[in-house]
């Protein structure tokens, strides 16, 4: 069973960063995508930034609104993916979730997220 827990959330002035991390356990399959996910209050919860990773390496993808502000990394060595977040704004208000899915297995792994607030 595949767990992830996010870490790094808190409050920020505008212009400010923070540094997201999701460490993950268990044993995932060689293809597989990693991302981060967001949900503000009263909205649906929207993809932010992804890593699909098969045999002919990986690719990042980002949602144009955090584009240039943000960046999407991870480390094999410590089953860690990472989001920094640069530049952030009120509108980035959200709680944060981090995602893996087992493209083998086609099953899809939820963090209980990390609230990331962001002051005007």
């Known amino acids: 069973q595949v767990q992830l827990v996010e870490s790094g959330g808190g409050l920020v002035q505008a212009g400010g960063s923070l540094r997201l991390s999701c460490a993950a356990s268990?044993?995932?399959?060689?293809?597989?995508?990693k991302g981060w996910y967001r949900q503000a209050p009263g909205k649906q919860r929207e993809e932010v930034a992804t890593i699909i990773i098969s045999g002919n390496g990986e690719s990042a993808n980002y949602a144009d609104f955090v584009k240039g502000r943000f960046t999407i990394s991870r480390d094999n060595a410590k089953n860690l993916l990472t989001l920094q977040m640069n530049s952030l704004q009120p509108e980035d208000t959200a709680v944060y979730y981090c995602n893996t899915v087992d493209l083998r297995l086609i099953r899809s792994y939820w963090g209980r997220g990390t609230q990331v607030t962001v002051s005007s």
């Open positions: 268990g044993t995932i399959s060689d293809i597989n995508t």
